[in-house]
């Protein structure tokens, strides 16, 4: 079970802990934000690239698979369903897009290769966004 905090500092500046670490999130200037951390959307697209890197490595390790680098970047953005190249036919309207490059590093037998692709997008977070979360929403306006 993971528990996190958040207190709205000032303007759009939230501090995040998770009772051993703290961190800032922020918006842009364009956005009405001083730019002081990442925006929401980062923070999340930055959960799952440490994910994907962390499986690798676990998956790497436990098969004894020698890894010389992995890295990942990952991209956000809002597309018209329409413009959607890898949509299913039946999805509409605007709809949140998670592009993925995913760099791994080392001497594969082909088997390795596939393996390491197939493990590279099975990482929990990213089985988690994939499925949907239900959310338990207790909200306290005093």
């Not at 207190?7 to 001083?34: C, K, Y």
């Not at 002081?36 to 436990?62: F, H, K, M, N, V």
């Not at 999805?91 to 290769?113: I, M, N, P, Q, W």
């Amino acid at each position: 079970m993971a528990t996190i905090e958040a207190d709205l500092t000032s303007g759009t500046v939230v501090n995040i802990t998770n009772g051993r670490h703290t961190w800032a999130a922020d918006e842009p200037p364009d956005m009405q934000g001083t730019d002081t951390g990442p925006t929401p959307y980062e923070l999340l697209l930055g959960a799952l690239a440490a994910c994907t890197c962390i499986t690798l490595s676990y998956y790497a390790q436990r098969k004894g698979i020698a890894l010389t680098s992995v890295s990942t970047r990952f991209h956000y953005e809002k597309i018209h369903a329409d413009d959607c190249e890898f949509c299913e036919d039946d999805a509409e309207g605007y709809l949140d897009a998670v592009r993925s490059e995913v760099f791994v590093e080392g001497t594969f037998t082909e088997a390795e290769r596939k393996r390491l692709a197939e493990v590279a997008v099975r990482c929990p977070v990213h089985k988690t966004l994939e499925k949907g979360i239900v959310f338990d929403e207790n909200v306290t306006v005093g």
